[in-house]
T-cell receptor, first 113, second 114 residues
Framework: DQQVKQNSPSLSVQEGRISILNCDYT??????FLWYKKYPAEGPTFLIS?????DKNEDGRFTVFLNKSAKHLSLHIVPSQPGDSAVYFC????????????FGKGTKLSVKP | DTEVTQTPKHLVMGMTNKKSLKCEQH?????MYWYKQKAKKPPELMFV???????INESVPSRFSPECPNSSLLNLHLHALQPEDSALYLC?????????????FGDGTRLSIL
């Protein structure tokens, strides 16, 4: 049973527009959430994280929103650039857990020039 | 460029071979991890080392044997693997095991078992 779900396998966006990647989770014990970007033949690259005490965290073009009541988080990329084309993984961790990140299956983002 | 370095990038081995995967980081991180990723699946945790001691083994078969010689190095010794063990093996590190510590990944070793 998937605890972290990314229901959109792919997303296509025009350059300069906003990309919104969504993630849902089922485990109410999760209290730290991360987004990773992965290019082919490379490992996941950490992008941004948010703890459950916040509802928004921003870093440059990337903003993560957390809605605890809906068990939903999203990653906004504004403006989207062709170099953002990659697979984006949502990951979550339980409070007090010793390192176990639970990943979603990923969403492939394509940003078209 | 990743700050977690994994070698080799690719490895092909027979089921009777013994080989090792290596991981190195020089960020002063005290927690290191091995993950396994099958095609079109998310990474799944195998082992966690914290301050050079094994703290988590996610019920991994004994044909996978981790080793942490020092705080910068993490090895994964492989012996008598099965074809279903073919996968991408990712190493990661974080400052500690604390709940708000992001993990930083290497580029992985793609392992193929003949």
């Amino acid at each position: 049973d998937q605890q972290v779900k990314q229901n959109s396998p792919s997303l296509s966006v025009q350059e300069g527009r906003i990309s919104i990647l969504n993630c849902d989770y089922t485990n109410s014990m999760f209290d730290y959430f991360l987004w990773y970007k992965k290019y082919p033949a490379e490992g996941p690259t950490f992008l941004i994280s948010i703890s459950s005490i916040k509802d928004k965290n921003e870093d440059g073009r990337f903003t993560v929103f957390l809605n605890k009541s809906a068990k939903h988080l999203s990653l906004h990329i504004v403006p989207s650039q062709p170099g953002d084309s990659a697979v984006y993984f949502c990951a979550a961790k339980e409070g007090g857990s010793q390192g176990n990140l639970i990943f979603g299956k990923g969403t492939k983002l394509s940003v078209k020039p | 460029d990743t700050e977690v370095t994994q070698t080799p990038k690719h490895l092909v081995m027979g089921m009777t071979n013994k080989k090792s995967l290596k991981c190195e980081q020089h960020m002063g991180h005290r927690a290191m991890y091995w993950y396994k990723q099958k095609a079109k699946k998310p990474p799944e945790l195998m082992f966690v080392y914290s301050y050079e001691k094994l703290s988590i083994n996610e019920s991994v078969p004994s044909r996978f044997s981790p080793e942490c010689p020092n705080s910068s190095l993490l090895n994964l010794h492989l012996h008598a693997l099965q074809p279903e063990d073919s996968a991408l093996y990712l190493c990661a590190s974080s400052q500690g095991e604390g709940w708000d510590q992001p993990q930083h990944f290497g580029d992985g070793t793609r392992l193929s078992i003949l």
